[in-house]
């Protein structure tokens, strides 16, 4: 028998009543907002029959909102789709000028580049 525990699942998201990973932090992020806006709303000087029902009904249904996304995306889910959602679906081009300058910019880059290095371990030397 081994000395040394082992601790599986350590690279395991977290999941709190269902939320996984960063739908917690929203999920809170959003009741600090609900819990502000209260105050707000109260030192203003609006009945509490009237707030109280507004931020229940707004935390409600922003918490089925987080659960929804939680369940429907996954962890890493939301953040790929967002990032899916900013890819052109196509990208045209009216002449082949751009791929074939790209070689020589590349060339030019490296060449320029070197020259720095060349320059940079001389100075050094020196």
């Given at each position: 028998?081994?000395?040394?525990?082992?601790?599986?699942?350590?690279?395991?998201?977290?999941?709190?009543?269902?939320?996984k990973?960063?739908?917690?932090?929203?999920?809170?992020?959003?009741?600090?907002?609900?819990?502000?806006?209260?105050?707000?709303?109260?030192?203003?000087?609006?009945?509490?029959?009237?707030?109280?029902?507004?931020?229940l009904?707004?935390?409600?249904?922003?918490?089925?909102?987080?659960?929804?996304?939680?369940?429907?995306?996954?962890?890493?889910?939301?953040?790929?789709?967002?990032?899916?959602?900013?890819?052109?679906?196509?990208?045209?081009?009216?002449?082949?000028?751009?791929?074939?300058?790209?070689?020589?910019?590349?060339d030019?880059?490296?060449?320029?580049?070197?020259?720095?290095?060349?320059?940079?371990?001389?100075?050094?030397?020196?």
């Amino acid at each position: 028998m081994s000395i040394y525990r082992i601790n599986k699942g350590v690279s395991k998201s977290i999941v709190f009543r269902g939320l996984k990973a960063q739908y917690i932090a929203y999920l809170a992020i959003g009741l600090v907002s609900l819990l502000i806006a209260f105050a707000v709303l109260y030192i203003c000087g609006l009945s509490l029959w009237m707030i109280l029902p507004l931020i229940l009904t707004s935390g409600m249904a922003f918490f089925y909102g987080v659960s929804w996304l939680s369940h429907r995306f996954g962890e890493h889910g939301l953040s790929k789709h967002l990032a899916r959602r900013q890819l052109p679906y196509s990208i045209w081009f009216n002449s082949r000028k751009l791929f074939t300058d790209l070689t020589k910019r590349s060339d030019l880059l490296s060449t320029a580049k070197n020259k720095l290095l060349t320059k940079n371990i001389s100075d050094e030397s020196k």
